[in-house]
C-alpha cells in the first residue's frame, strides 16, 4: 500500500510570524512597477500608488481578496503515472555541454535540432531544451518554435491543465513584441490563439520590471486564463541572507503579483512558481541547490499552502542543481534535490531533472539519459509494496521450501522476472574486477549514454507534415523577421 506524507518546516506560531510579516512588507512598502503605463491603469482602479517612487501598496482587504480568490479556485491537479516515463523539459539553457569534444559552448540552431531529433526518436512529446545563442535574442523563441514544429511528431504542450482551455506549445517569449507571433503558432496548431509565457518573473527585489509590465499588458489581448508569476530570491543579494527572509520576500513578490494581475484580468489563473538561491558569502557564487535555498523554495510553497491556498510550486522542478558536468555529481545533487521537495511539499517522489546544469545554464542529452536510467530506480520508491496472491505466491514458496530447488525454476519468477526489479540500462552491476577498472566506472557511463544518445539519433525519421501548416509557420516567421529585427 502506498502511503503520501509530509514533513513540515512551520508551526503555527512561524507561520503567524510569516503571515504579519508579509502583510506589514505588502501594506508599508508595495511592488514597485517600472512601466508608468501600468502603475496609471492600478491609480485608476483605485490602488495606493506613487507616481515619484514607482510604487503601489496594498490595503489589508485587497490582500485578503486575492487570498480568498486562490482558496476558492481549485489547484491543478498534478499528473499522476502508474509507470515511470520522462521526457526532455522546456529550458532556457544557453550552454551545450559537447561531450565529444569535453566543453561547454553556446547552443547553436544545429545543435537543437539534433536534440529535436533525439527526443523525437525516443516518441517523446518533445520540448526546446537550448536557448539557441546564433540566432538573434529578438526572434530567437520564434524561430525555435518553427523549428520544433518542422521537426518534431509531436510538439510538447504545456500548462493545458492550468489554463483549463486548449494546450498549447511549451515555450517562453523573451519580449512582450514576440508574444501575438507565438501565439498565431499555437493557432495555426491548435485553433486558437494562446498566448506563451514570458518575462514573469521578479528577479529584483519587490520588483515589477518593464519587460514583465508590457508581457502582463499584452496578455490582456488574449483569452487564456493563465498566469505564472515566477520569483528569484537569492539570499544576501535580493533577499535577506536568511531562510525564513527569502520565504517572506518570495511570498509578498507572488502575492503582490496576484493582486495586480487579477486588477488587469479578473479572470485569471493565478498560478506561482519559487526558484530561490543563496549567496555563498565566501566566494560570491550563487546556488540554487544549497539545504537553504532549497528550504526556501519548500517555505514558500507551505506557507501558501497552509495560508493563502496553494496554487505555488517548486520552479524548475529538480533542474536548478550546481553541478556544471555530466557525472554522478550531479545525479547525487538532482537525487537529494527531488527528495527534499518530494519530503516536505508531500508530492510523489520524481526524479525529475531534464539534463540541466548549472542552474539551469547548461544542457547535457547524456546527463539526461543518466538520470533517466536512475529516476527508474528511484519511481519504485513512489510505488510502495504490492501485497496480494499474485505478488504472495504462496503456492511457489511451498514447493520451494525445504527442496532442492530454487525459485528460479518457477513460472512466477519467469513471468516476472523483467519487472520485479529495477534493471538499470547504463549504470554497471558487476563484481570486483580490479581498482582501475571500479575508478573508471564513470566514465565508462559517459561512453555508454554518449552512445545511447548518438544510437538514437539515428533512429530519427522525418514527420509527414501538412505542407500548408509548414508554409503558414514559415509566413509567421518571414513575419516575425521583417518587423523584429
Known amino acids: 500500500m502506498k502511503r503520501r506524507g509530509r514533513n513540515e518546516l512551520f508551526d503555527r506560531k512561524d507561520l503567524s510570524k510569516l503571515n504579519s510579516a508579509v502583510f506589514s512588507l505588502l501594506e508599508k512598502k508595495g511592488i514597485r512597477i517600472l512601466h508608468d503605463g501600468l502603475l496609471n491603469i492600478l491609480k485608476q482602479r483605485g490602488f495606493q500608488t506613487n507616481t515619484d517612487e514607482k510604487t503601489v501598496k496594498f490595503r489589508t482587504e485587497e490582500i485578503e481578496n486575492i487570498i480568498q480568490i486562490q482558496k476558492n479556485s481549485e489547484p491543478a491537479s498534478e499528473q499522476q503515472n502508474d509507470y515511470y516515463s520522462t521526457q526532455l523539459n522546456a529550458l532556457v539553457a544557453p550552454f551545450y555541454y559537447d561531450f565529444e569534444n569535453k ?16 527526443s523525437d ?41 492550468y489554463a483549463k482551455s486548449t494546450a498549447h506549445i511549451t515555450t517562453f517569449a523573451m519580449s512582450a513584441r514576440q508574444v501575438r507571433y507565438l501565439a498565431k503558432m499555437n493557432e495555426v496548431l491548435y ?16 520588483t515589477m520590471g518593464n519587460d514583465f509590465a508590457e508581457y502582463l499588458l499584452e496578455l490582456k489581448n488574449y483569452t487564456v486564463p493563465f498566469n505564472c508569476i515566477g520569483t528569484q530570491s537569492i539570499s544576501g543579494v535580493s533577499a535577506p541572507l536568511s531562510i525564513a527572509g527569502g520565504v517572506v520576500t518570495s511570498a509578498c513578490e507572488i502575492l503582490g503579483a496576484w493582486i495586480i494581475i487579477n486588477a488587469l484580468n479578473s479572470y485569471a489563473n493565478l498560478v506561482g512558481a519559487v526558484c530561490n538561491g543563496i549567496l555563498d558569502p565566501r566566494y560570491g557564487i550563487v546556488s540554487f541547490n544549497a539545504p537553504e535555498a532549497i528550504m526556501q523554495n519548500i517555505g514558500v510553497v507551505e506557507l501558501f499552502d497552509k495560508l493563502y491556498g496553494g496554487h505555488v510550486y517548486n520552479a524548475a522542478g529538480n533542474d536548478y542543481i550546481d553541478a556544471k558536468v555530466p557525472g554522478f555529481k550531479a545525479v547525487y545533487e538532482r537525487i537529494y534535490r527531488a527528495f527534499a521537495h518530494a519530503s516536505f511539499t508531500g508530492r510523489d517522489f520524481y526524479l525529475g531533472g531534464s539534463g540541466a546544469l548549472d542552474g539551469g545554464n547548461i544542457f547535457s542529452p547524456l ?35 525445504f527442496s532442492d530447488s530454487s525459485y528460479l525454476e518457477t513460472n512466477h519468477s519467469l513471468m516476472n522476472c523483467r519487472t520485479a526489479f529495477w534493471l538499470p540500462d547504463l549504470l554497471e552491476r558487476n563484481l570486483w574486477v580490479d581498482l582501475e577498472t571500479e575508478l573508471g566506472e564513470e566514465d565508462r557511463l559517459l561512453d555508454r549514454a554518449n552512445e545511447k544518445f548518438k544510437d538514437t539519433v539515428k533512429k530519427y525519421e522525418s514527420p509527414d507534415h501538412d505542407p500548408g501548416m509548414i508554409r503558414e509557420i514559415d509566413r509567421i516567421v518571414a513575419a516575425a523577421r521583417k518587423e523584429l529585427l
Open 121 to 161: 526518436a525516443r516518441g517523446d512529446s518533445v520540448s526546446l531544451p537550448l536557448t539557441v545563442q546564433d540566432i538573434d535574442p529578438i526572434i530567437e523563441p520564434i524561430e525555435s518554435l518553427s523549428l520544433l514544429i518542422r521537426y518534431a511528431h509531436k510538439p510538447a504542450v504545456a500548462y493545458d491543465h
Open 367 to 401: 546527463q539526461f539519459l543518466i538520470e533517466e536510467d536512475i529516476g527508474a530506480g528511484v519511481w519504485k520508491f513512489t510505488r510502495g509494496i504490492q501485497v496480494d496472491d499474485e505478488s504472495l505466491d504462496l503456492e511457489a514458496i511451498n514447493d520451494i521450501a
Open 103 to 118: 566543453t561547454k559552448r553556446y547552443a547553436t540552431r544545429e545543435d537543437l535540432i539534433t536534440m529535436i531529433k533525439f
Open 191 to 206: 485553433g486558437k490563439a494562446i498566448a506563451p509565457r514570458g518575462p514573469d518573473f521578479m528577479i529584483a527585489p519587490f
